[in-house]
């Protein structure tokens, strides 16, 4: 650093200002910027967690009653519970010594949906829109891809992308109505999104107490198992499966709408500032029906994950809770595609690896929902996260001495050509 | 101002340490103190979305693992689902951790536990509350007929009704739930046709096979709702089919009894006079699973080696099911219906009487 900073050959004065300013501006620039505070929540959560698995670990609390006789005992016994969690966290989720990477493979699978949902849900948020339906309209995807995977029998290839096809159509379909709902009448999308994830989740039981969707002979509320040409193929002795890339592509095709294309440009100008948009001549209404149904199609996308990718059949948990999971792998993606991508990821890591906790270590399979939960509180406080590790003090003491520093006007190009 | 807080915070921190001082003050226990070395045979259990605190059937089959457990000498390892999506991976979890039976719990995990003892042939699993069309080899159904036992309660209900009206409602649809309707619904037309009295079910059509259902297992103000409405239409003996839903309608009952009704309540599962205690002085009596020791059984089974895959069936001749004692209720309960619910269980033992449910068990 010293040295490519010195090699420029800058006159002094000039030189010994860099030094001082370059480090200081990178992080300010990271700590402001939300990725660090993303990181921090993560970690800050995490600890917590631990300190809960401790607390509540039947063994250091016997060995706290003798903490003075033998305090190392209790200091083991809570080390041991934080971390013997943790590292069974990790060995269901990215590596153990017995499966090599398999449980990688199980956290990508277990992701899948929770990217595309989450997708929804961030897409939605660019445009000003809580969409809280993700549920909803998982449902209603899961619901018409499996009977298009269970009813219909089609060759090979045109099945699943019929299946995908279908499930993308429902989940729009639900999310365009809500668009069209406030569009129109300009109720408010939380409350419809939430009604009509009821009417979906009761739309669902109903149809599971009917024949058609139950198998032949049996009552149970539970589908026929879906024809083996309408799931995604899935990687041998894994249950990774091609819904995977389905997710991949969703990830890019999002940003590319946001960044590139101009009903994305539409979107953030009336998450921005609707009334500006307006005047500016973007149709509102058009935006948001449109961004509506987009973000019902993602869902539905990942709907047809769940039924097409690991439960190829459909029952009343279809959608468990990842409609709600989803919101928060969008926040704490800052509701950007590929920060949503990486959300999913570690929400998905989280669940795989939750299982081998709960087994092996018997820490309970909700502290990890304790921690997601944590993570999402410490977000939606980024000034929380700040002050915990003084970042906010720092800038706060920082502006008097900054006039000083930064008169002399070539410090900023000089600064750039020694980050080089 | 400031100082003061901080003088009250350094009071409380102060008294906090002590108190912690104080609590730690015990003796150690001698080094190498430690559970007494266990057997290498390992038993698992897989719950479905209910949990293990469900008040039903993951709750006592959990309950008979760790039972089995203590006899056997091994600390059971547990996973609960919380998600449809989660069967696969706790159950390869199990198979991670070496578990040489594993219990899964309900008909959701029939397909994934078909999957995991195709997968893993040399391992054993066993399945509560559901049967597979072909047996698997390595898979023992776990299942109960239990219309036997509601059939008695149901003639014990009839017999013990005043107004001539008996009702029932289920959490949701399914056949492990309709099956105890179907039962009682058989019970009240016995005791009509020995009788030739005409006493009504509501909340039951067994011939449509449909009734009332709060829609879930958890929600128990609908299940105190519901009750209030048959309460309203006359009945006085109800049988909630629907785990802890039931506690909403021993709730509504009692609140009925103490505006001078004389309702009643028949518990289903387990017997309600010692599992729900709050309504004990409504119990008329219960309609019993007995899952723990149904479990107990194959898991000590299997670990003497002694594992097979025929279906075990409980029926009241091997108290796979009951109908619980009167407990409360029993000066209430008339000599004569007493023998006569005797006499009707040797009868379904024997063969003599048929109590048939869409529902049973097929083998």
Redesign the interface.
């Known amino acids: 650093m010293s040295q490519s900073e010195l090699s420029p050959g800058s006159p002094p004065p000039i030189h010994a200002n860099t030094i001082d300013e370059k480090p200081h501006g990178t992080w300010e620039r990271i700590t402001r910027g939300p990725g660090l505070v993303s990181v921090l929540a993560v970690f800050v959560a995490l600890v917590l967690g631990g300190l809960l698995i401790a607390a509540t670990d039947p063994k250091v609390a016997t060995t706290a009653g003798y903490l003075f006789s033998r305090p190392s005992d209790f200091f083991q016994a809570l080390w041991a519970a934080g971390t013997d969690s943790y590292v069974s966290l990790f060995q269901g989720s990215i590596y153990n010594s017995r499966q090599g990477f398999e449980p990688f493979l199980e956290t990508l699978t277990v992701s899948t949906p929770l990217i595309c949902a989450g997708l929804g849900v961030a897409l939605a948020f660019r445009a000003g829109l809580f969409n809280i339906g993700a549920q909803g309209q998982i449902i209603i995807g899961a619901v018409m891809a499996s009977y298009a995977g269970f009813a219909w029998h089609l060759p090979i290839g045109l099945h699943l992308l019929l299946v995908i096809l279908m499930g993308v159509v429902g989940g729009a379909v639900w999310g365009g109505l809500v668009g069209l709902l406030k569009a129109r009448t300009g109720a408010h999308e939380v409350i419809l999104t939430i009604m009509f994830n009821y009417v979906a989740l009761y739309f669902l039981d109903f149809l599971l107490n009917t024949e058609a969707f139950q198998r032949p002979g049996e009552s149970n509320p539970i589908s026929p198992v879906m024809d083996p040409s309408a799931v995604f193929p899935a990687l041998p002795g894994s249950r990774l499966h091609l819904g995977f890339v389905m997710a991949i592509a969703l990830t890019l095709l999002v940003s590319w709408i946001l960044k590139r294309s101009t009903i994305g440009f539409e979107f953030r100008a009336v998450g921005a500032n609707p009334a500006a948009a307006r005047t500016a001549g973007v149709n509102v209404a058009r935006s948001t029906i449109l961004v509506m149904a987009l973000a019902g199609a993602l869902a539905g996308a990942a709907g047809v994950a769940q039924v097409a990718g690991t439960e190829k059949v459909l029952t009343a948990g279809i959608a468990a809770s990842l409609g709600f999971d989803a919101i928060t792998v969008a926040l704490l993606g800052r509701s950007t595609p590929w920060g949503t991508f990486l959300a999913g990821l570690l929400f998905g890591a989280f669940r795989a690896g939750a299982v081998t906790m709960q087994i092996s270590t018997g820490t309970p399979i909700d502290i990890v929902l304790v921690v997601q939960s944590l993570i999402v509180l410490f977000i939606a406080a980024p000034p929380l996260v700040r002050a915990m590790f003084g970042l906010n003090r720092k800038a706060k003491s920082r502006p008097p001495t900054k006039p000083k520093h930064a008169a002399p006007a070539p410090a900023a190009p000089a600064s750039q050509g020694g980050g080089a | 101002m400031r100082n003061i807080k901080r003088k009250t915070g350094m009071a409380a921190a102060v008294l906090g340490i002590s108190a912690?001082?104080l609590?730690?003050?015990?003796?150690?226990?001698e080094e190498g103190e430690g559970p007494n070395a266990s057997s290498d045979y390992l038993g698992?259990i897989v719950s479905d979305?209910g949990g293990f605190d469900d008040q039903s059937f993951n709750e006592s089959s959990f309950r008979g693992l760790t039972q089995a457990g203590k006899d056997l000498g091994f600390t059971p390892?547990?996973?609960?689902s919380?998600?449809?999506?989660?069967f696969?991976?706790?159950l390869?979890?199990?198979m991670?951790?070496d578990c040489n039976l594993t219990l899964t719990i309900g008909?959701?995990l029939?397909?994934a536990t078909k999957a995991a003892a195709e997968a893993n042939p040399e391992k054993h699993f066993a399945i509560v509350d559901f049967n597979y069309?072909k047996p698997i080899a390595n898979v023992k159904p776990i299942v109960y007929d239990t219309a036997q036992a509601a059939y008695l309660a149901g003639y014990a209900a009839a017999a013990q009704s005043k107004t001539g009206k008996v009702a029932t409602f289920g959490g949701?649809?399914?056949?492990t739930v309709?099956i105890f309707m179907d039962g009682f619904a058989d019970g009240v037309d016995k005791f009509n046709a020995d009788k030739n009295k005409n006493v009504k079910l509501l909340g039951w059509d067994k011939d449509k096979?449909d009734g009332t259902f709060t829609?879930d297992f958890e929600k128990q103000d609908k299940g105190k709702q519901v009750t209030n409405n048959f309460l309203d239409q006359g009945a006085d003996v109800i049988m909630p089919v629907a785990g802890p839903v039931g506690k909403g309608a021993g709730a509504a009952v009692k609140a009925a009894n103490a505006a001078g009704k004389s309702a009643a309540l028949v518990w289903v599962d387990s017997d309600g006079f010692l599992t729900a205690p709050d309504y004990k002085d409504v119990m008329l009596t219960s309609v019993i699973k007995t899952m723990d020791k149904a479990v107990e059984d194959v898991v000590t089974a299997d670990k003497n080696g002694q594992f097979d895959n025929t279906a075990y069936v409980g029926t009241l001749e091997n108290t796979g099911v009951a109908l619980a004692p009167f407990h409360d209720f029993d000066s209430e309960v008339s000599a004569e219906t007493k023998a006569e619910l005797e006499a009707l269980k040797a009868g379904i033992i024997d063969g003599s009487i048929k109590v048939e449910s869409?529902?049973s068990p097929k083998s």
């Open positions: 912690l001082v609590t730690a003050c015990g003796a150690a226990p698992c979305s390892k547990s996973a609960e919380k998600a449809n999506s989660d696969a991976t706790n390869n979890g199990m991670v951790a008909f959701l029939g397909d069309d949701i649809k399914i056949p309709t096979q829609g869409k529902a």
